[in-house]
């Protein structure tokens, strides 16, 4: 559940009660009037109270106008976050700070009006200063709610790997120089036009990469493959290429045929935008994936409807399933062949399902 849904309507009741009697005074058992917070902020007593109440008792404390503007200030962040999603963590900071103070102010603000000079007068706490109080406390912890909330679907989206993050490259580490025997040998790597080019995956450890399979069929019979020694050199230019040759090698060493392999893992399914700002747009997906606003997601989707971490796909032997990241307008779905949409926190998705986020629709279409 997202804090929003406790600290909003909190937020309204706390300009409303500003308006409704806060306390009440009373004289030796007689009701003089009743005060309320907007009364209190600007030192006008109701017409009753006039002229009974001593001058020094009735200033005006416009420190309580803090109260209201809390839940002004509060509202305001909150609908910032539905615009700009990645602002959620700042707004609710926010509210803690506002809510807090108000409710240190209005604390003091009793246990001063508790001390008046008059010991004659009685002051009596109304119903809608209650109310303030749990509405300032509401809004406190509907803020928590949210940070709690934010923390974690970020922690979890960063810790977990990704199976749709971008290609990389990995460069060759630069070894020693070959001894001056061997660098006669060495082709002039800047002009021959020869160098191979390794894109290999980060994921994977250097040690363990498949990437580069060296071919040699220039070798004569007489040569063991226990004497060939390969050494690997960083082309300057080219930072992310690397050139293999056998140093050992009766004959030029430049016609070695080298043989590079790229893993490519299979395409699972695509994600297509059927309505939305970014209309056509493909996504494919070959393992987990986050869908949202801000950029540290797989999937990233301008649309001022969609939360900042929206929904995750997780993949488990070819199946998919979307799972809402406690987002603020919810995962809806419409199964293949169907109009209806219904709202799920968790749901398996199959071949021709569309998935409403904030205002964007996508299909997912399964890879056969």
Not at 161 to 187: D, E, G, I, W
Not at 236 to 243: F, H, K
Not at 271 to 291: C, M, N, P, R, W
């Amino acid at each position: 559940m997202s804090g929003k849904i406790l600290s909003g309507p909190a937020a309204v009741l706390l300009i409303a009660f500003f308006f409704f009697p806060w306390i009440l005074v009373s004289c030796e058992g007689r009701v003089l009037g009743e005060f309320s917070g907007y009364q209190l902020a600007t030192g006008t007593p109701p017409e009753s109270v006039a002229g009974l109440i001593p001058a020094e008792d009735m200033q005006a404390e416009p420190i309580l106008f803090a109260v209201p503007l809390a839940g002004i200030i509060s509202l305001i962040l909150l609908a910032v976050t539905l615009w700009k999603a990645d602002f959620e963590q700042n707004a609710a900071w926010g509210q803690i700070v506002l809510a807090a103070a108000a409710l240190l102010i209005l604390l003091l603000e009793w246990w001063q009006w508790r001390q008046k000079s008059d010991p004659a007068l009685e002051i009596m706490a109304r119903p809608a200063l209650w109310m303030s109080f749990i509405a300032l406390l509401a809004l406190i912890v509907g803020a928590v709610v949210d940070l709690i909330l934010w923390y974690r679907v970020r922690s979890s989206s960063l810790a977990a790997p990704s199976a749709n993050l971008p290609r990389q490259s990995y460069s060759a580490p630069v070894l020693p120089p070959l001894p001056p025997s061997a660098a006669a040998t060495t082709p002039n790597i800047a002009n021959s036009g020869q160098a191979t080019i390794v894109e290999e995956d980060m994921r994977a450890k250097p040690e363990d990469s498949n990437a580069t399979i060296v071919e040699d069929d220039l070798f004569t019979p007489a040569v063991s493959q226990d004497t060939v020694k390969g050494d690997l050199y960083e082309i300057p230019s080219a930072g992310q290429a690397t050139i293999v040759e056998d140093v050992f090698s009766p004959r030029d060493s430049s016609s070695i045929k080298t043989e590079v392999l790229h893993f490519e893992p299979d395409l699972l399914a695509q994600l297509v935008i059927e309505s939305g700002e970014q209309e056509g747009k493909q996504f494919d997906l070959y393992g987990d994936a986050t869908i949202g606003r801000v950029p540290e997601n797989d999937i990233v989707i301008d649309d001022t409807a969609m939360s900042s971490y929206h929904a995750r796909i997780e993949e488990e032997n070819g199946r998919f399933t979307i799972i809402d990241l406690n987002s603020t307008n919810g995962v809806y779905i419409s199964p293949a062949g169907q109009t209806r949409w219904k709202k799920q926190t968790r749901y398996e998705l199959r071949h021709g399902d569309r998935i409403k986020l904030g205002r964007t629709i996508l299909q997912f279409n399964a890879q056969e």
